[in-house]
């Protein structure tokens, strides 16, 4: 669940569920709209997913909560921008259970 006390947000709670491909969709949405510098992800699992490794891979607890952490400081950053704020794709990427990925670029307005 996620709770904001930013006005601008329509909801001031809201759970879903993203991927890490939702997040990197985000992040390039930012970068092309908005004049944000937008912080950078944590690191793709690529390594940990070859096979061998003698480990559970991206499924190991350790990696899990270490991507779970980078994310969760990746879109706090980003939701207290002033400027990301406004964007249309933050919105849906926080409050809508589906991204519309062929949206319309465009900012939100105070209510």
Same mark, same amino acid.
């Given at each position: 669940? /996620?709770?904001?006390?930013?006005?601008? @947000?329509?909801?001031?709670? %809201?759970?879903?569920? /993203?991927?890490? %491909?939702? @997040?990197?969709?985000? /992040? #390039?949405?930012?970068?092309?709209? #908005?004049?944000?510098?937008?912080?950078?992800?944590? $690191?793709? +699992? @690529?390594?940990?997913?070859?096979? @061998? /490794?003698?480990?559970? $891979?991206? &499924?190991?607890?350790? &990696?899990?909560?270490?991507?779970?952490?980078?994310?969760?400081?990746?879109?706090?950053?980003?939701? $207290? !921008?002033?400027? +990301?704020?406004?964007?249309?794709?933050? !919105?849906?990427?926080?409050?809508?259970?589906?991204?519309?990925? %062929?949206?319309?670029? #465009?900012?939100?307005? !105070? +209510?």
């Amino acid at each position: 669940m /996620r709770t904001t006390n930013l006005p601008i @947000f329509k909801l001031k709670e %809201s759970t879903v569920r /993203r991927r890490y %491909s939702d @997040f990197e969709w985000l /992040r #390039s949405e930012l970068e092309r709209e #908005s004049k944000v510098v937008v912080p950078p992800l944590p $690191g793709k +699992a @690529f390594l940990r997913q070859l096979p @061998f /490794r003698g480990d559970d $891979g991206i &499924f190991d607890d350790n &990696f899990i909560e270490e991507r779970k952490q980078g994310l969760e400081q990746f879109i706090n950053k980003v939701a $207290g !921008h002033p400027l +990301a704020q406004n964007e249309r794709c933050l !919105h849906m990427f926080l409050q809508d259970e589906i991204i519309d990925k %062929s949206y319309t670029p #465009s900012k939100i307005r !105070h +209510a």
